[in-house]
C-alpha cells in the first residue's frame, strides 16, 4: 500500500511558475515509477509526466514539454513538477500516481493522492 499527498497548488498569473510536491509513504513506495496527471472541469484525466524509480528514464506530454519538469528524492519519499511559463489551459487539478513502471496509462497507475489545484489566470 503507498500513500500518496499533494501539496504546492496554488493561483498563479501566466507565464508564472509553480512547484508542485508529492510525498509518498508505503513499505516500497520508493521502487515505483511516479507520475502527474491532471483534470480539468468537464475534461478526462491526462498525463502529464511520469519519471522510473531511479530517475533514469522521464515521459512528457506533448503539451508540457521543455516547460515542465518531474523530479525524485528517494531519499526523502518525495516527487516534484516544476512547472514554468504557466498557460491558463494548465488549470487543473493536479494527482500524483505510483504504478510499477513507469507509463502514460492513467488506468495502469495503482496508488492516487487527492490532487492539488492549480489555477493560472489570463
Known amino acids: 500500500q503507498v500513500q500518496l499527498v499533494e501539496s504546492g497548488g496554488g493561483l498563479v498569473q501566466a507565464g508564472g511558475s509553480l512547484r508542485l510536491s508529492c510525498a509518498a509513504s508505503?513499505?516500497?513506495?520508493?521502487?515505483?515509477?511516479m507520475g502527474w496527471f491532471r483534470q480539468a472541469p468537464g475534461k478526462e484525466r491526462e498525463f502529464v509526466a511520469a519519471?522510473?524509480?531511479?530517475?533514469?528514464?522521464?515521459y512528457y506530454a506533448d503539451s508540457v514539454k521543455g516547460r515542465f519538469t518531474i523530479s525524485r528524492d528517494n531519499a526523502k519519499n518525495t516527487v516534484h513538477l516544476q512547472m514554468t511559463t504557466l498557460k491558463p489551459e494548465d488549470t487543473a487539478v493536479y494527482y500524483c500516481a505510483a504504478s510499477l513502471i513507469i507509463q502514460r496509462l492513467v488506468s495502469e497507475y495503482r496508488y492516487w493522492g487527492q490532487g492539488t489545484q492549480v489555477t493560472v489566470s489570463s
Open positions: 519519471i522510473n524509480w531511479s530517475s533514469s528514464i522521464t
Open positions: 508505503g513499505r516500497t513506495s520508493s521502487s515505483y515509477a
